[in-house]
DNA sequence: GTTGGCATGTAACTGGTTACATGATTAG
DNA sequence: CTAATCATGTAACCAGTTACATGCCAAC
């Protein structure tokens, strides 16, 4: 009974990719860059030593498969990385959950603004916020044939980053109004009583 | 004139916290850790060396301050400092978003769990993030008095942090109850045209 | 007397991005 | 002919966390 492997965070993405189908590194770093990197990013100079590492482990098989001229190997789960997956899919340690918001830090920040520039501030905000969800229904565009084929959790995964980003978009679009209304930044009736 | 200063991540909540009073780099710490450690963090390992980077560029002024036996050194903006902090809250360089989602990621792969598996993970996630809510709760009592005192914005930002959390909360929530409902992950009727 | 808070700091490590370099193949 | 795409890889850099070390002071 081998001790259970501890993947890397960018194991996870890569075992992950690999059973969705991808076989190369240039395979993952594409399918990352239309599906997962809104919320779980790979780049190249981690997937590439990252595929090496799981070689030596023992979790994924190597094997040159060239394309013409062109040198390429493919990589797929042995039963061991197959096993570590479902490990990492199914254990309950605490999930990672990181965020980092700079429009949000300026706002904590801002009562040294005056009301225009904090109006300036909350509109950029609101408009960054909705190129995301523009994006995000561009890539949700065509995933409606993964269904039929039985892939709906990408579906989900991609719904709920729309429909996040729809939230966030919709709370910037709504103090935008009501500061250029001339509201205070909170109003009395705002406070909650916890 | 001098060439716009270009502050590093760290710096942006250094001379914000010492705007709103900090004065030591214990200080900034302890403040970052219940106001905005949740969208941008700061360890004692950031927050020295960034303090002295900072003195040398001549953005903050340092000056000793012993407590009875205990070192310390009192930091505070100098005018070229606050000048740099206004520069960053007014300017409008695209904005800083970073979002990492393990449970998320983990839904994306999950068409290779079997219903007991994914509902556990979903009942894991959804039960994280409400442990999240609490947390913010607890901050906000007490912030009203903050308001009196016209930082309305600290408050504004934990406002959104609340009611970020308790969205994704819900999504959760939502879910599993479809789930535990023996629902489909995608149902027929969720598939909205794009 | 010992715990907890105040206060400063650093070394080692981890994770990740960016930029660069190389070169074959395919489509226009 | 040339631009785009396929494919692999690395070196340099940047940012950040964790763990450790030190030591005073106040409260219990």
């Known amino acids: 009974m081998s001790a259970a492997v501890k993947l890397t965070p960018t194991a996870r993405v890569v075992l992950g990719m690999l059973k969705l189908g991808a076989q190369t590194g240039y395979d993952i770093k594409r399918i990352v ?38 040198a390429r190997t493919v990589y797929r789960l042995t039963p061991k990385g197959e096993r570590a997956l479902r490990h990492w899919l199914t254990s309950d340690d605490e999930l990672i959950f990181e965020y ?10 801002a009562d040294v603004l ?36 039985g892939q709906a959790s990408p579906y989900v995964a991609l719904r709920y980053g729309i429909e996040l980003m729809e939230w966030v978009s919709a709370w910037y679009a ?10 205070a930044l909170v109003e009395p009736k705002d406070l909650q009583s916890s």
């Open 33 to 70: 860059e239309v599906s997962t990197r809104f919320f779980w990013g790979a780049s190249y100079g981690q997937i590439y030593p990252e595929l090496r590492r799981l070689a030596a482990e023992g979790l994924v098989e190597a094997e040159a498969a060239p394309r013409g001229g062109i």
């Open 100 to 109: 980092r918001d700079e429009a949000l830090l300026k706002l904590f920040f």
């Open 114 to 149: 005056g009301p225009d520039e904090l109006l300036a501030h909350v509109r950029q905000a609101r408009a960054e916020f909705q190129d995301v969800v523009a994006r995000f229904r561009d890539i949700g565009a065509g995933a409606e044939e993964d269904i039929a084929r």
């Open 174 to 183: 709504d103090l935008e109004r009501r500061l250029a209304r001339g509201d």
